[in-house]
T-cell receptor
Framework: DSGVTQTPKHLITATGQRVTLRCSPRSGDLSVYWYQQSLDQGLQFLIQYYNGEERAKGNILERFSAQQFPDLHSELNLSSLELGDSALYFC???????????FGPGTRLTVL | AQSVAQPEDQVNVAEGNPLTVKCTYSVSGNPYLFWYVQYPNRGLQFLLKYITGDNLVKGSYGFEAEFNKSQTSFHLKKPSALVSDSALYFCAVRHSKAAGNKLTFGGGTRVLVKP
């Protein structure tokens, strides 16, 4: 168990809908990273937050947004969902002292 | 730009035999390299990392990796593979602080250890 929690584990929804994925980092970690794992794109970095502020952005679609709250949990919002958004979404938090990212179990999103 | 490549989609090995999973890197500056493992329906688990120091890095579950600067490689190794090592393995490179210390992953190598 990495100490990073993600909910829900599975999400099944329809095209055009909006969903919210939630992540709680390890105790003491201030950074949260979101990654997407899909069959065609592999593992891709989406966005990073540090202590509530956005710090880096990857190939994140405009339909996707995220935020990190004062209690350091983060939410990834996916809207106007398309079939191609079906993927495994991972959250990771970074240990500042060991410079290591620890990953949550992921949320599997299926868009029908 | 920082990148890593895993040239093999799949590696098959018999239980008890040595296991090697290959990774090559391309970085500007000093490389910060990682190995993660993903078991079915699970998240990525950290195995080991190279930041600086000894070229042979020891990690979890009996795995080790050899950093080779001249060959720009960071191969993952295990002297004696177990059936339970069957999983998907990812090599990753860490970007700079300016890029948020994000990780870029290789395409993954599926390891199948046969009894």
């Amino acid at each position: 168990d990495s100490g990073v929690t993600q909910t829900p584990k599975h999400l099944i929804t329809a095209t055009g809908q909006r969903v919210t994925l939630r992540c709680s980092p390890r105790s003491g970690d201030l950074s949260v990273y979101w990654y997407q794992q899909s069959l065609d794109q592999g593992l891709q970095f989406l966005i990073q937050y540090y202590n509530g502020e956005e710090r880096a952005k990857g190939n994140i679609l405009e339909r996707f947004s995220a935020q990190q709250f004062p209690d350091l949990h983060s939410e990834l919002n996916l809207s106007s969902l398309e079939l191609g958004d079906s993927a495994l979404y991972f959250c990771a938090s970074r240990d500042l002292y060991t410079d290591t990212q620890y990953f949550g179990p992921g949320t599997r999103l299926t868009v029908l | 730009a920082q990148s890593v490549a895993q040239p093999e989609d799949q590696v098959n090995v018999a239980e008890g035999n040595p296991l090697t999973v290959k990774c090559t890197y391309s970085v500007s500056g000093n490389p910060y390299l990682f190995w993660y493992v993903q078991y079915p329906n699970r998240g990525l688990q950290f195995l080991l990392k190279y930041i600086t120091g000894d070229n042979l890095v020891k990690g979890s579950y009996g795995f080790e990796a050899e950093f080779n600067k001249s060959q720009t490689s960071f191969h993952l190794k295990k002297p004696s593979a177990l059936v339970s090592d069957s999983a998907l393995y990812f090599c990753a490179v860490r970007h700079s602080k300016a890029a948020g210390n994000k990780l870029t992953f290789g395409g993954g190598t599926r390891v199948l250890v046969k009894p």
